[in-house]
């Protein structure tokens, strides 16, 4: 984890086009993402595990939200597997539903993102971060049968099971997108 304050990161996020909101905790950061998705009829979600762990998905569809994983949609909700402190948003995908929907086809994208994913370093450190705390855990969890779901060390494998396919880096907002980065004081996903 980094030792940049949030207020700091956001600071840079903002320099870099995107709206931040920063909080304390999940519970307030689950607050804001639910306001958010208050008009929003569609809600596309990216698999992310951060969403999840703030206990909004269930809350979203008892309100009668359509949930989908792929735009168009109203809201998109993910995370990032690592934000540097300057502000670039990183994420690795396999399929590259979750980082498309990020760049292109939502009315609005929301990030949340929790203090464990804030990388002191630039790109470089915003990846090996990804590959160490990220891939490995999220190829178990995803049933892949590949060398870092067996040994929790990234191999750059060549499986057809691999997930880390597509890297896109956010050095700013892409132009003609709304999009907010919730920044929690939390440890969240991987």
């Known amino acids: 984890m980094s030792q940049v304050s949030l207020q700091d990161v956001a600071a840079a ?30 809600v596309g979600m990216g698999g992310a595990e951060t969403v999840k762990q703030l206990g909004v998905v269930d809350e979203l569809s008892r309100q009668g939200r359509e949930l989908v994983r792929e735009t168009p949609c109203d809201l998109f909700l993910l995370s990032a597997n690592a934000l540097t402190a300057d502000g670039r948003i990183v994420n690795i995908d396999g399929f590259g539903n979750r980082v498309a929907a990020s760049i292109h086809g939502a009315g609005h994208v929301l990030y949340v993102i929790g203090r464990n994913k804030i990388v002191d370093g630039g790109i470089d450190a915003a990846i090996e971060r ?19 779901a067996a040994t929790g060390v990234c191999a750059d494998c060549d499986s057809p099971d691999r997930i880390c396919k597509v890297t896109v880096v956010m050095d700013r907002r892409p132009t003609g997108t709304q999009a907010t980065v919730a920044l929690v004081d939390d440890d969240l996903g991987y």
């Open 130 to 148: 990804i590959k160490r705390c990220a891939c490995p855990p999220n190829c178990r969890r995803l049933g892949k049968k590949t060398p870092c």
């Open 13 to 42: 996020l903002e320099r870099r086009g995107f709206a931040t909101r920063v909080f304390a905790n999940r519970a307030d950061a689950a607050a804001f993402v639910l306001e958010a998705a208050a008009s929003a009829k569609v």
